[in-house]
């Protein structure tokens, strides 16, 4: 079993940064991707950013220029920074960590979730 902590996130004005981060406890396998999805009211959940250990990263389009994923591999933590904030980046971030290099699903790991919220 992995268990995920989460920290970071709380409210910024637009134009702002915000830092996530993630550190994911594991005492058998080595966790190969890691990253976050947010999930805005009413919205679907929908992928943020990711980063494998073979250094394969993903970034949602609406993110690219504005965020950054980055990884300790050793200590299986995970860091997202978030700059240039906009309203519409408002949502609840969960991160998730799995064993397997595809997109995460319900049977891999997920955080608890924190609140990010942009506004004037």
């Known amino acids: 079993q992995v268990q995920l902590v989460e920290s970071g996130g709380g409210e910024v004005q637009p134009g702002g940064s915000l830092r996530l981060s993630c550190a994911a406890s594991?005492?058998?396998?080595?966790?190969?991707?890691m990253g976050w999805y947010r999930q805005a009211p009413g919205k679907q959940r929908e992928l943020v950013a990711s980063?494998?250990?073979?250094?394969?990263?993903r970034l949602a389009d609406s993110v690219k220029g504005r965020f950054t994923i980055s990884r300790e591999f050793a200590k299986n933590t995970a860091t997202l920074q978030m700059d240039n904030l906009k309203p519409e980046d408002s949502a609840v971030y969960y991160c998730?960590?799995?064993?397997?290099?595809?997109?995460?699903?319900?049977?891999?790991?997920w955080g608890q979730g924190t609140q990010v919220t942009v506004s004037s």
């Open positions: 594991t005492e058998r396998f080595a966790i190969n991707n």
């Open positions: 980063l494998t250990s073979g250094g394969t990263t």
């Open positions: 998730f960590a799995s064993y397997y290099y595809r997109l995460p699903d319900d049977n891999d790991f």
